[in-house]
């Protein structure tokens, strides 16, 4: 088990840019590959992206491709999402996670979840 914290979120304008962090403890970090899911408000979680454990495989939502990037960093035991191009419907809370299969999209494959981290994008 790992314990995920999250930070990075804030208020920004619509294109603009932040990035979110995710600090792990308490696990092997890189027996995990890790995601980004998000939630807005009245909406179901849905994820953003996913990275391997060795950072070299990663998958995103067709929402955010082109303008999101997932990275990590094994001897930080950290996980980042660079938000580039953000607009008003990346509105939401941010969860990182971690799960314990090679890669995964669905958020039953994930096993750790941290508090989340506020995004608001101003129009």
């Known amino acids: 088990q790992v314990q995920l914290v999250e930070s990075g979120g804030g208020l920004v304008q619509a294109g603009g840019s932040l990035r979110l962090s995710c600090a792990a403890s308490?696990?092997?970090?890189?027996?995990?590959?890790m995601g980004w899911f998000r939630q807005a408000p009245g909406k179901e979680r849905e994820f953003v992206a996913t990275?391997?454990?060795?950072?070299?495989?990663?998958w995103y939502a067709d929402s955010v491709k082109g303008r999101f990037t997932i990275s990590r960093d094994n001897v930080k035991n950290t996980v980042y999402l660079q938000m580039k191009s953000l607009k008003p419907e990346d509105t939401a809370l941010y969860y990182c996670?971690?799960?314990?299969?090679?890669?995964?999209?669905?958020?039953?494959?994930?096993?750790?979840w941290g508090q989340g981290t506020q995004v608001t994008v101003s129009s």
């Open positions: 990275i391997n454990w060795s950072g070299g495989n990663t």
């Open positions: 308490g696990g092997t970090f890189g027996n995990y590959a």
């Open positions: 996670a971690a799960s314990r299969l090679w890669i995964a999209v669905r958020g039953d494959e994930y096993v750790d």
